[in-house]
């Protein structure tokens, strides 16, 4: 079927307010937060029910036309780029956070809802919501549902499917399911809400999440710990562990991203560091304090030159801040930033960033490397120019040997920005052929004529005639 | 193929000491602890590596033979009663703790470990694994993780679920999987651990496990709140929540219970009480003390007439076994014991053993309920006879009942009991006709032949020629 009849069925359905066409919009949900990715979609549609988003659904099976359900698009694999055209869906008019139930501690929330705003709703009311992506300002919890997105406080607290009670989807074929419930326990067969938590939009939309919020910690202490090498950062994480302390954080900068940063954010970063470690630990103020003095005593014996606490509440804030703004310190730089996420076990951190040092020095690149250290998510993030097509061959090479010294040390490809485009010819490596076939039989159940976000997670291998 | 053909290939992968076919183990082999169901199985195998297991499901796919892997047996749903007979396959042999990593907080397993074994084992070194369902003594972790087992620590702690990082898995088509990893942090591709975790052996045969290990609470404490009627005890319960405090543990008995189990147990309950809760708080030892004393202060003023601290560990103890054996206590009292893990969203508890009483009223039955009254999941207990064909049919009508009211409350027919064989027909009251539609197309995608675990979680519904 023409793009046009579609168009004139979705109007129907939704009416022509919410049914966009023009160069403008098209160009505006042509790309996501990922460098070097753009491709046109036909049409936008802007549901407002999940009814609505049951007949786009319906339209676009029968006359298989592939639908990209966004929200922000803050992904950093490609997850939201319409690859094969069609439909882009967004949430913006279903952005309402629905119910709290502080009986239950849940909160029902529209996909379109930002992630700050939740957080920021249940803090109100000294309760918690714990992932926290550096994108919380401007990511959906849509978005964050359909990449499991993970964050700061992962270590302790778990990533955003530990926080997912019951979803409503809508499936490929139109019909809607609802899976969980306000629940602590249910084993009513598969277990399809952590199924659809993380699949990219693959496999059903999903138009309601109830959320699982906890008591909101009493307190937080904040401290920086400043160490001559990387190696000595690593060390510290791991004594921290295995003195049974589980910090609510453990970020870690090395060298060149400290420098970049502190140049954005002018937070007194010592620029003359071989790594930092941001640690947080909240929780009862007993319970804080005492971490808070054996935290310092370790990172002082494995070698830390100093360990500093935040003052105030304010100065937290804005060491936090500037480490959300890694990201966007690294972008001024360099037209082009690749930011990846190989993660690693915990205990092989410190090799996981000398491996990424020689590959980098290897392929004559430019690196920040920053991230989680507690749960063992690196950002590896290449600072380039996207119009110099030989360095960008050579960041290419370089993530894939990042991406194979990451699975040898037992390690996954992505720890929480999602296999999107970007990674799907990667994902082999990680879950093997089997895993691979087990995957693709999924989609192909559930999502026959493949309408849902294709062009994602599997890789086409493209048939070369020479 | 025959029976005996089928024999002679599992003898010539296994050797003739680990397949069996007397009388004798058939029988040993033909039920597990769900009362009313047993079937013959025909074989029964016992693998004593991954590589024999796949040996034996290649053989049982090529010859469409049905194979039920089990561990203890202790699931409450029928889900290892070999009800299509075929080959039983039995973990004793694959029981090794195949590595403590201190470093990255994990545990590596077989299936055929103990629970309680992993727990001591654990504990031991000040590491805590949560789950604790009341079977753990004789309970398998490949069952526990099959059945996504809950426990008594379930409000604070979460389920087995919470604490599978990865997994071995063996496919129907013989291949192996290997799933995450000891990864805080994976979203490579579709949540398989998850989708394998609770899915009753239906869709792969978990081999290998790594389990996530958290620090060893310093302390804890125990206290018994006593109360004239249930509604005072379901108030507690919302009190102690809406302070934000969420206990470890709060089991919640009725007075039928409280009598069965103080005669079974003679651990000092007072028989004369309407309900009881049992709660229990851990953490550091500040915040125990003041949880603790809220908790008392709010039980109070909810209406309890005594909260008792237990004075030592050993009468804590005491209190927790005695919890733990209510089924047991239960049992001694009638031929039959039929025992249901109706959940319901925690605000509903008493909205729920209200409805319950009323239905057990209706049938004429004798009942004990009790359960997690933290996260709702109440086990309504009838004691009664299965040779008494006409009491039996009425517990079917009153069980349904009580599903039909769980569901209205917004809750599920099973909160870690699992579907199995028992629950089938209600599963899509749960999930509805679209959610049977996904798990159906889920499992025959992984499952075309229909060997793993048939006849269960889907109810085939009979034609009936009139």
């Known amino acids: ?33 990922t460098p070097g990715m753009q491709a046109m979609p036909d049409l936008v549609v802007m549901p407002g029910s999940t009814e609505e988003v049951q007949a786009i659904v319906r339209i676009c099976n029968e006359t298989k036309t592939p639908i990209v359900a966004r929200g922000s698009g803050t ?54 919501y714990p992932p926290d992506p550096s994108s919380m300002k401007i990511s959906t919890i849509g978005g964050n549902i359909s990449e499991n997105s993970g964050g700061l406080r992962g270590l302790k607290y778990g990533v955003t499917r530990d926080y997912v009670l019951g979803l409503t989807a809508v499936l490929a ?37 109830i959320l699982k919020l906890i008591p909101l910690p009493e307190t937080k202490q904040t401290v920086l710990a400043i160490y001559e090498d990387i190696d000595k950062a690593a060390q510290s994480v791991s004594a921290i562990i295995a003195n049974k302390i589980i910090p609510t954080t453990m970020e870690f900068l ?131 120019d996207a119009r110099n097509k030989a360095e960008m061959h050579r960041v290419e090479q370089a993530f894939e040997e990042i991406f194979a010294k990451a699975i040898e040390l037992g390690g996954t490809i992505t720890g929480e920005h999602g296999v999107g485009a970007m990674k799907a010819p990667y994902l082999e490596w990680k ?19 493949n309408i849902l976000n294709p062009g994602k997670l599997f890789f086409e291998k493209k048939e070369v005639v020479s």
Do not use: W
């Open 75 to 128: 992904n950093l694999s490609g997850g939201t780029c319409p690859v094969e055209a069609g439909v882009v869906l967004t949430f913006q008019r279903m952005n309402q956070i629905v119910e709290l139930d502080e009986e239950n501690l849940t909160l029902t929330v529209q996909p379109g809802v930002i992630t700050q705003e939740i957080i920021e709703y249940v803090e109100a009311k000294e309760l918690f």
């Open 254 to 384: 090395d060298q060149a991203t400290i420098k970049v940063v502190e140049d954005y954010a002018h937070v007194g970063l010592p620029t003359d560091a071989g790594a930092v470690l941001l640690i947080e630990q909240d929780g009862a103020p007993e319970v804080v304090a005492r971490d808070m003095e054996a935290i310092t005593k370790l990172c002082t014996e494995m070698g830390a030159t100093s360990v500093k606490r935040a003052g105030s509440e304010e100065e937290a804030n804005a060491l936090r801040s500037a480490r959300r703004a890694a990201l966007s310190a690294c972008a001024r730089l360099k037209p082009t930033t690749i930011l990846e996420d190989a993660t690693v076990p915990r205990s092989k951190i410190a090799e996981m960033v000398r491996a990424i040092n020689e590959i980098t020095a290897k392929y004559q690149l430019d690196i920040c490397t920053f991230g989680h250290a507690g749960d063992g998510n690196l950002h590896p993030t290449f600072l380039t």
């Open 1 to 33: 079927m023409s793009v046009s009849a579609v168009k004139e069925r979705l109007i129907a359905a939704l009416g022509s307010d919410y049914v966009h066409d023009s160069h403008e919009m098209r160009l505006v949900y042509s790309y996501d937060a």
């Open 431 to 449: 879950i093997g052929e089997s895993g691979i076939q087990v995957m693709r039989a999924i989609k192909t159940a559930l999502d026959p004529n």
């Open 173 to 209: 074929n139109g019909e809607v399911i609802k899976t969980g419930g306000k629940l602590a326990k249910d084993v009513a067969g598969y277990d399809l809400t952590r199924l659809l938590v993380g699949s990219e939009g693959t496999l059903g939309i999903i138009t309601e999440a």
